[in-house]
């Protein structure tokens, strides 16, 4: 059943602690004295390989320690169902600390898992890890989500938190439809606020690349009306701000998003420029983020406020947090970036996967 160890991922002020399993079970999870469900309407769920459960950040945060249950089902008969005996692992917590906080980013591993696991080990202890879309190669495959579990095992160990941005490619194929059910998600949604010790952060969802009608989509796609939607949401949260980025005791508000839509584009890339340079001015006007974090150009590098990629006036330094390479011997290059938060200061340190 355990093909991973647990990830727990920060969404508003909840952590969904999520498993990949590789069989029908069920599971819940106990902290202190409390036991929180994966159920629907009352019933267990089953019928999926990746498990969910909602507890409350200041409750994990205050009890450092959490315990999985999974239990297989053998027949699961309306009546009088088989089931093996509950399985259990016990996990430390450790939530963000009050002084300085680092994190390591991963974009666009495209289903690589020990190059981007190195690049981050090669940065050093952190506590979170920034998963920014294109984990997978695409969701052609029904166990697409699994690499995203696998770095986060490999990194987490199921005992600091995770914030899970989606990608351009986790749309595409029969299952992208399916993802937000495999990955954290808020009311079934693919973009959110979360908060966490003194940062504050929006994560937000470019969805594709290209224009709805490109042909590579198939007519499969309906991202204008979807970045609309966002538009509602990024002024819903300004309209909640203080109790969002201007709420008591936050020092950092970062902006995730995996497609730099405050850059300037080449050729088809080039899009929704109206929504963007609205999204722009609303975080320059409003939000007034420390930093944006992105992936999905496969260069990682450092856009100063207005350089020449600065399209609309980006409210700050925006961080394009990974690079991939395929070198001349066919091994795979990749780098990710390592982020310090340290009082007014944020530091930004590429790392890669060179020494393995």
């Known amino acids: 059943m355990w093909k991973v160890n647990p990830a727990v991922f920060a969404l508003g002020r909840e952590y969904q602690i999520m498993q990949y399993v590789d069989c029908e079970a069920m599971m819940w999870v106990r902290v202190g004295d409390k036991i929180y469900y994966d159920a629907v309407n009352g019933i267990l769920r089953s019928q999926t390989s990746v498990h969910r459960v909602t507890v409350p950040m200041e409750v994990l945060d205050r009890e450092k320690r959490y315990t999985v249950y999974l239990q297989k089902v053998i027949d699961r008969k309306p009546y009088f169902p088989e089931n093996a005996e509950p399985q259990s692992k016990e996990f430390s917590f450790r939530p963000l600390p009050d002084g300085v906080i680092r994190a390591y980013h991963i974009a666009d591993a495209h289903d690589h898992v020990k190059e981007p696991v190195a690049a981050a080990r090669a940065y050093g202890d952190f506590d979170f890890l920034i998963l920014n879309g294109d984990i997978p190669n695409h969701c052609g495959f029904e166990n697409n989500a699994e690499t995203i579990y696998k770095i986060a095992s490999e990194l987490t160990d199921g005992s600091i938190p995770v914030v899970f941005s989606r990608g351009n490619h986790d749309m595409r194929g029969r299952y992208a439809e399916n993802f937000a059910a495999n990955t954290p998600c808020c009311n079934g949604n693919s973009y959110y606020t979360f908060r966490m010790g003194k940062i504050w952060g929006m994560v937000l969802d470019c969805g594709e690349d290209k224009p709805d009608t490109d042909p590579e989509y198939g007519s499969t796609i309906c991202c204008h009306a979807f970045r609309q939607q966002e538009t509602a949401f990024i002024r819903q949260a300004i309209a909640d701000a203080r109790t969002e980025y201007a709420a008591e005791g936050i020092a ?71 690079a991939v390479k395929t070198e001349a011997d066919g091994k795979l290059l990749f780098t990710g970036a390592g982020l310090s938060f340290e009082n007014d200061r944020i530091e930004v340190r590429f790392t890669d996967n060179a020494l393995l």
Request: a negative charge; charged letters at 25%.
């Open 252 to 322: 950092v508000k970062m902006v995730i998003s995996h497609i730099p839509f405050t850059m300037r584009h080449p050729g088809v890339f080039d899009i929704e420029t109206d929504t963007y340079a609205e999204w722009t001015k609303l975080l320059a006007d409003h939000v007034k983020p420390d930093l944006i974090l992105c992936g999905h150009m496969h260069e990682a590098e450092i856009i100063e406020c207005k350089d020449e990629k600065d399209a609309f006036g980006q409210p700050c330094r925006v961080v394009v947090g990974s």
